[in-house]
């Protein structure tokens, strides 16, 4: 059952033949080719970056920061350099995706700079791991918020947080295989959520400055940590709660204008997260002693309970629309990437097709839900995301790589956005340190358990993506037929 076929059906279904001439013109409007639409624009772009960037962290615990850093001053300062360093790590994507315009994100730019295998270690990484395991830790975060209420004076069971959080994830992903727009129109409605929180916050705080609430930021550098070690691992938290700057470029083909908006959405979206960090942090520090800040659970709520009363309830509502928004924005990218990955062979063939009414990676988007589902199940998947978290800076650091090695090695490329080679080499170094740092601080066998599983993926790559043995592509072709059947999906038609 190939892409001919399902359209054959989907005529005479429409009735296009036998009907009179009135249905015939109307059967023959323009169609649009089966291909992933251009549906996301400049504002859309920049709520994916903003409203994926912005999860929980900076409402729960923003501690780390100031814990490493051992004093206000130091922590707001490594908040503002983190924001700094983000941005320039998001303009050698900027480059990159208006360079090399593929959705899929680092895999495209690693397949262009150094060929299949390392894009295909990427994809096998990420697409398994990374992205349905970080989906599935956004929505437990988003079922403990919602679920709280409801249990007063106590933790919710992990049986109600585990349901609701799958609940989540079967709703996310409905609406992203449903359309491309409405997944969009959610990502813009919780995006302006977190932010009108966020305002309310900073307001907040700038009222309270007013009134000479500045014990805590006055001798802001007293108690700064002198270890290297201490500061650099604050750098590396800091650096986790501005993970998600490269979201845009995993969609690539479905921006309107890319060589415009790629990089407006970044310059943009970046240093609006990163002055909402900052002045959320200020605000913090205008009621809260660091001593408080360290010891509150709940930073945000803490800070309500004491500033926004009768209205501190708004704090935790705002916290579970902000999860709800990463999320979402999580699976939209996610898709892209399985999509993407299925398309160059490196994933079976079905994640590669688009359905033929919505026009979305449905398979792609199916597959990384029901991966998301199983890492819901085991214990504690905060540690897995932790001890992974080294590869995807590996991979952040070589796409900063693959900039450099193509000025080189593809200088016919046009570069419609060219940024000095010294910010990707700075980017490189940066990712070796946060590689190396979390592993040189605790040396745990985890790690060479992560890196165990990802060169495994090696074990798939030479039979079924460099040798394309027959006997595998006899045993998917009768499933992949019954699936497109199942989800109505047909290959990308290929428009140059």
């Known amino acids: 059952m190939d892409e001919g076929s399902i359209r054959k059906r989907k005529e005479s279904q429409n009735g296009s033949t036998g009907h009179s001439m009135d249905c015939q ?3 023959k409007q323009p169609e649009k080719a089966t291909v992933l639409q251009k549906d996301v624009g400049l504002f859309s772009g920049i709520c994916l970056i903003v409203g994926t960037m912005i999860g929980s962290g900076i409402f729960i615990s923003p501690k780390a920061v100031l814990l490493y850093s051992g004093a206000v001053g130091p922590c707001l300062l490594i908040w503002a350099a983190c924001g700094v360093l983000s941005t320039l790590g998001a303009l050698c994507y900027a480059e990159l995706g208006t360079m090399i315009t593929k959705s899929g994100g680092e895999h495209a730019y690693l397949m262009e700079a150094f060929g299949s295998l390392v894009a295909y270690l990427y994809s096998w990484t990420t697409v398994m791991v990374l992205k349905p395991s970080s989906f599935a830790i956004i929505t437990l975060s988003f079922a403990e918020y ?6 007063p004076g106590c933790t919710p069971p992990v049986v109600v947080t585990k349901c609701l959080s799958a609940a989540a994830i079967f709703l996310i992903v ?3 295989c449903l359309s491309v727009k409405l997944a969009n ?3 813009n409605f919780f995006t302006a959520a977190k932010l009108l929180i966020i305002l309310v916050i900073v307001g907040a705080g700038i009222v309270m400055l007013a009134q000479g609430k500045t014990e805590t930021l006055s001798n802001a550098f007293d108690g700064t940590s002198s270890s290297v070690g201490a500061i650099g691992l604050a750098f590396y938290n800091g650096f986790w709660a501005y993970d998600g700057w490269n979201q845009l470029n995993f969609i690539t083909e479905e921006l309107k204008d890319p060589f415009r908006n790629l990089p407006l959405a970044i310059l943009i979206g970046i240093p609006l997260v990163s002055v909402c960090y900052v002045l959320v ?8 002693t660091t001593s408080e800040l360290l010891l509150s659970p709940a930073v945000a709520v803490t800070f309500g309970d004491r500033v926004l009363y009768p209205l501190s309830w708004m704090v935790p509502l ?5 999860t709800f928004g990463s999320a979402n924005g999580s699976c939209f990218t996610a898709g892209r990437l399985a999509y993407v990955a299925g398309r160059e062979g490196h994933m079976v063939k079905i994640l590669s097709y688009i359905s033929l009414k919505r026009y979305t990676p449905s398979p792609a988007l199916l597959f990384n839900g029901v991966l998301s589902i199983f890492y819901i199940v085991p214990a504690d998947i905060n540690t897995l995301i932790n001890y ?7 991979f952040y650091g070589l796409t900063a790589l693959a900039l450099i090695v193509m000025r080189f090695t593809r200088k016919d490329l046009h570069r419609p956005v060219k940024v000095p080679i010294a910010i990707a080499g700075l980017m490189v170094l940066v990712s070796c340190y946060l ?4 592993i040189i601080d605790k040396p745990d066998l985890e790690y060479l358990y992560c890196t165990i599983f990802i060169f495994s993926g090696l074990l798939f790559y030479y039979p079924f993506v460099y040798r394309k043995v027959s006997w595998a592509r006899k045993l998917m072709r009768p499933i992949t037929m019954h699936l497109q059947l199942l989800m109505e999906v047909v290959p990308p038609e290929k428009t140059e």
């Open 25 to 27: 013109t109307k059967d």
């Open 146 to 151: 919602a679920s709280a209420p409801f249990y």
């Open 174 to 176: 409905t609406v992203n």
């Open 185 to 187: 129109y959610v990502q």
């Open 281 to 288: 942090n200020v605000a913090y520090f205008t009621v809260m």
């Open 318 to 322: 705002f916290v579970v629309f902000s």
């Open 388 to 394: 992974f978290s080294f590869a995807q800076w590996a």
């Open 435 to 438: 590689v190396l740092a979390p």
